[in-house]
T-cell receptor, first 115, second 114 residues
Framework: AQTVTQSQPEMSVQEAETVTLSCTYD???????LFWYKQPPSRQMILVIR??????QNATENRFSVNFQKAAKSFSLKISDSQLGDAAMYFC????????????FGDGTTLTVKP | EPEVTQTPSHQVTQMGQEVILRCVPI?????FYWYRQILGQKVEFLVS????????KSEIFDDQFSVERPDGSNFTLKIRSTKLEDSAMYFC????????????FGEGSRLTVL
């Protein structure tokens, strides 16, 4: 069974600074997806960024980028130029390659952005 | 922008009562999911649904749980006889077909069992 571990329950960053959220996972599969979801308070989770395991290039989405280390099973999220609106719970998630694959989530990291 | 909607946003019920949580997935989506998040714990997979049948379910999804897509729009989760430990936030999610489809989540239904 796959597991996802986020070792940082809470992180804080100064506005305009950069922060990195950690995620490690365990799987025996070679093809899979990794995601970072953002959950603002009392709001639904929304996708921040996605990485396909077969792609060596790290995904980037505006101020959000990942450092995907497949051999180390590590998938960290870097947020550059942090904004107040980035404050949220961030979940790392793993999904198998199969069409109906469930997603396995980490415990989440609460990010606080200080003005 | 299309979104997944869930009702009710909060339901309080007595232990042993039946509860139905409702979801309206995005209209052209093919895969449907229920997840739950007990307060302070991680988001847990309950069940996935495709082509009018359950495609996968977790150990949590025992005989007390059932899902249904009674018409072309609604996707429901029923808990037949609620227990205290069923208190959680329940999230519905949906996605398009194909491997790369991202999950779109609803805002969740908070269930409190007394």
């Amino acid at each position: 069974a796959q597991t996802v571990t986020q070792s940082q329950p809470e992180m804080s960053v100064q506005e305009a600074e950069t922060v990195t959220l950690s995620c490690t996972y365990d799987t025996s599969e070679s093809d899979y997806y990794l995601f970072w979801y953002k959950q603002p308070p009392s709001r639904q989770m929304i996708l921040v960024i996605r990485q396909e395991a077969y792609k060596q290039q790290n995904a980037t989405e505006n101020r959000f980028s990942v450092n995907f280390q497949k051999a180390a099973k590590s998938f960290s999220l870097k947020i550059s130029d942090s904004q107040l609106g980035d404050a949220a719970m961030y979940f790392c998630a793993y999904r198998s390659w199969s069409n109906a694959g469930k997603s396995t989530f980490g415990d989440g990291t609460t990010l606080t952005v200080k003005p | 922008e299309p979104e997944v909607t869930q009702t009710p946003s909060h339901q309080v019920t007595q232990m042993g009562q039946e509860v139905i949580l409702r979801c309206v997935p995005i209209s052209n989506h093919l895969y449907f999911y229920w997840y739950r998040q007990i307060l302070g714990q991680k988001v847990e997979f309950l069940v996935s649904f495709y082509n009018n049948e359950i495609s996968e379910k977790s150990e949590i999804f025992d005989d007390q749980f059932s899902v249904e897509r009674p018409d072309g729009s609604n996707f429901t989760l029923k808990i037949r006889s609620t227990k205290l430990e069923d208190s959680a936030m329940y999230f519905c999610a949906s996605r398009t077909g194909g491997n790369t489809g991202e999950l779109f989540f609803g805002e969740g239904s908070r269930l409190t069992v007394l």
